[in-house]
């Protein structure tokens, strides 16, 4: 066990719709790290938050957003979906930027 | 645009064999991680190398970094099943906060 939450473990929903997937980091970590996980794109890094700021921007779509809340949960918000949208969808968390990070058990997103 | 390679992709070895996985990267860095990733659960840290020269090890894994090859190695000593996951390396790009994942090395050691 990482220390890192993430719920709901699955979500099924369908096209067009918007879900909201939740992150609570190891206690005393300041940064976390949104992951998508597919067979065909690999893992992707998606954004970047440290103590409640936006740190980093990676492949993240316009239809996704994320923010960190002063308690430090994330949460990483998806909108209008599309089958391509379903994958595994890890968070991460760290100390700090260059520190190891401890990963959450993930959400597997389906999207039919 | 920092691209991280893997190699092989797939690995299947004999229990008590040695091996060794190599992960290259585009972009000048000083930092490299070592993840692991078991069927159907997350991802594991393995190793951070922070510095070129750095050596890791633990168990039958050790991990190397050379920043001027801009090249990293998880050697795999005396193979065992429980060893057999998916191992992925990843580099920041320097200056900006962002993680690149190496696309995987899907590992299997036969018993």
């Known amino acids: 066990d990482s220390g890192v939450t993430q719920t709901p473990k699955h979500l099924i929903t369908a096209t067009g719709q918007r879900v909201t997937l939740r992150c609570s980091p190891r206690s005393g970590d300041l940064s976390v790290y949104w992951y998508q996980q597919s067979l065909d794109q690999g893992l992707q890094f998606l954004i970047q938050y440290y103590n409640g700021e936006e740190r980093a921007k990676g492949n993240i779509l316009e239809r996704f957003s994320a923010q960190q809340f002063p308690d430090l949960h994330s949460e990483l918000n998806l909108s209008s979906l599309e089958l391509g949208d379903s994958a595994l969808y890890f968070c991460?968390?760290?100390?700090?930027?260059?520190?190891?990070?401890?990963f959450g058990p993930g959400t597997r997103l389906t999207v039919t | 645009e920092l691209k991280v390679e893997q190699n092989p992709l797939f690995l299947s070895m004999q229990e008590g064999k040695n091996y060794t996985i190599y992960c290259n990267y585009s972009t000048t860095s000083d930092r490299l991680y070592w993840y692991r990733q078991d069927p159907g659960k997350s991802l594991e840290s393995l190793f951070v190398l922070l510095s070129n020269g750095a050596v890791k090890q633990e168990g039958r894994l050790m991990a190397s970094l050379d920043t001027k090859a801009r090249l990293s190695t998880l050697h795999i000593t005396a193979a065992v099943h429980d060893l057999s996951a998916t191992y992925f390396c990843?580099?920041?790009?320097?200056?900006?906060?962002?993680?690149?994942f190496g696309t995987g090395t899907r590992l299997k050691v036969l018993a």
């Open positions: 991460a968390s760290s100390v700090a930027a260059d520190y190891e990070q401890y």
């Open positions: 990843a580099v920041d790009h320097p200056g900006t906060y962002k993680y690149i």
